[in-house]
């Protein structure tokens, strides 16, 4: 997966568009384990001791900023004022790239998304966490805590950073009715109707998206979890995703990309982020997007410690820092997205913040499946039948052709 985003919604422009990078591809970074979901590389650490000096992070744009973007926006200078640790950052473009960089074992710590979090823990790459040494971790909303993406066994593997959903965007001049359900972009006759101007997700993780429409529309197939996909689930949701690339205009990962072709028209109807609307509507851009009713699926990231980190102790101060009420409304704002900490609403400087992305709303939260790596283990009585993320990244492949 790609993420590439901006300051809030309600700024009229897109600071970082001049960070654009060369997205990489994700059918040809998969990664070289089987996903079982292991038990990480070590033992998490039992106290905490002095501040190393520095720390080095893998992080989305956007997560770790020191006012070197834009002055007024620095979450970074206080904690090293604070701590003595001096932050250095690898920007991660995909969730692949980032597992690839973590087994470097240069870096201390990285801000990983569900579809990377399980393999990085299977590889060994990071350490259990003891949230004991982390004192913002009590104010995490709870429904973060101890997921399937991040922790293994009831052992949490990192901190939880923010959430956000995959919503369905739609052009409101050119697509009537408005819709409600995934079949706009699913149905072969609903989306015919936009044939060249729909657009999709490009990732691997986009196939859990058929696999929850599949869910509801296709019963049979006895989808529950839509990362949990045996060969039957599978080959149906791949030749649901293949239908649908004949209707499809642009498959989107850098998220400004999205932006420009809604903006012009290009695009019309498709899978968005809500921060991606929101630009969009500053804009004057008629579009408005829905939680369809088969619900949606959705990111969580999480803050993971290598388990060859060279400064542990300022890896935790930084958890805990990122976590914090203060640092976590403002990165949560300025990347868009709900935060984590259930203190920080109150710290928005849009006091609508969290009301627009949902943070404290979990009957929203309860309709959407967090992204989660896929794994052999089918998590019920199938045993180990189910497709690896590895099998995820080859039927990609064969869908784009």
């Known amino acids: 997966m790609s ?38 590389g070590g033992e998490a650490l039992s106290e905490l001791g002095e501040g190393e000096g520095e720390v080095n992070l893998i992080a989305w744009a956007g997560y770790v900023e020191d006012g ?74 709870d429904a973060l805590k101890d997921q399937p993406f991040n922790s293994v066994d009831g052992q949490m593997y990192g901190v939880p950073h923010g959430r956000g959903s995959n919503l369905l965007q739609y052009n409101t001049e050119e697509v009537k009715p408005a819709p409600t359900s995934w079949s706009a972009v699913f149905d072969p006759a609903e989306a015919a109707k936009q044939k060249g101007k729909v657009t999709a997700y490009d990732s691997p993780i986009y196939i859990a998206d058929a696999a929850l429409y599949l869910r509801e529309t296709n019963p049979e197939l006895g989808i529950e979890n839509p990362y949990e996909l045996d060969q039957e689930q599978f080959d149906a949701a791949i030749d649901l995703l293949k239908q649908q690339q004949q ?35 500053a804009e004057g851009a008629p579009v408005e997007n829905v939680l369809p009713e088969e619900g949606a699926t959705g990111w969580s990231d999480t803050w993971m410690i290598s388990s060859e980190a060279e400064h542990p102790n300022c890896m935790y101060l930084w958890m805990d820092h990122i976590i914090s009420p203060k640092a976590n409304a403002a990165v949560a704002e300025w990347f868009g997205e709900a935060p984590s900490n259930e203190k920080s609403c109150a710290l928005t400087e849009n006091k609508d913040h969290c009301d627009i992305f949902h943070a404290e709303d979990e009957e929203f939260f309860d309709q959407i499946e967090f992204w989660t790596t ?9 045993g180990e039948e189910c497709k690896t993320y ?8 064969e869908v784009k052709g």
Not at 248 to 277: H, L, M, R
Not at 374 to 382: F, H, M, N, S, Y
């Open 374 to 382: 896929p794994v052999a283990d089918c998590g019920d009585d199938r």
């Open 247 to 281: 209707n499809i205009g642009e498959y989107w990962s850098d998220y400004t990309k999205q932006i420009e072709a809604f903006a012009n028209g290009t695009s019309t109807v498709g899978t968005t982020w809500q921060v991606i609307t929101n630009l969009l509507q």
């Open 68 to 141: 070197s973007t834009d002055p007024a926006v620095d979450w970074v200078t206080d904690f090293e004022e604070e701590t003595g640790c001096k932050v250095n950052v690898k920007l991660g473009n995909t969730s692949d790239e980032m597992v690839t960089l973590m087994r470097t074992g240069e870096y201390d710590g990285v801000s990983a998304s569900g579809d990377a979090t399980l393999r990085l823990i299977d590889g060994g790459d990071v350490d259990p966490v003891n949230t004991d040494l982390i004192p913002n971790y009590a104010d995490v909303f």
């Open 3 to 40: 993420r590439f985003k901006t300051h809030p919604a309600w700024a009229p422009f897109l600071i970082v568009i001049g960070l654009s990078v060369l997205m990489l591809a994700m059918a040809g970074c998969g990664s070289d384990d089987d996903d079982d979901g292991g038990d990480g």
């Open 390 to 397: 590895d099998e995820w990244v080859q039927g990609w492949t």
